[in-house]
């Protein structure tokens, strides 16, 4: 696979839940970034059916990268952890596929 669509560089931000402003709003926040290769494709038609049924609109993408990365978790008041590729921003939404050493998650690209 990686002959055809090569892994390429990403900056990873873990997310580790909202940070209190000094107006006493709060933002996401996120621990320093993580330097990985990584493989963004297309999404699957069953990934694109997946994303309609939960209503998650926008540019979506895969990204299979090593490690595990998070989408959104509520109970641990986490928000989803971003990816930078190149000049584009991922946030992650979904995580279809998680592994002891590798992940696959759905990310929908951030506007700035």
């Known amino acids: 696979m990686s002959a055809v ?8 931000y873990r ?11 709060t933002s996401p926040g996120f621990a320093p970034p993580v330097t990985m290769m990584v493989q ?8 694109i059916r997946h994303m309609d049924n939960m209503n ?6 895969s990204i299979w990268t ?8 509520r109970d ?3 928000g989803g952890d971003k990816f930078v590729i190149g000049n584009e921003t991922w946030l992650v939404v979904d995580v279809p596929e998680i592994w002891p050493d590798w ?10």
């Not at 997310?15 to 709003?25: H, L």
């Not at 090593?66 to 978790?73: K, L, S, T, V």
């Open 5 to 12: 669509n090569p892994r390429v560089e990403a900056q990873i």
């Open 15 to 25: 997310s580790i839940g909202p940070i209190k402003n000094p107006d006493y709003s």
């Open 40 to 47: 963004k494709q297309a999404l699957s038609q069953a990934d």
């Open 56 to 61: 998650i609109q926008g540019v979506l993408v």
């Open 66 to 73: 090593d490690g595990n990365w998070c989408g959104i978790n």
């Open 76 to 78: 641990r008041q986490q």
């Open 103 to 112: 992940t696959r998650v759905i990310a929908c690209q951030q506007l700035t």
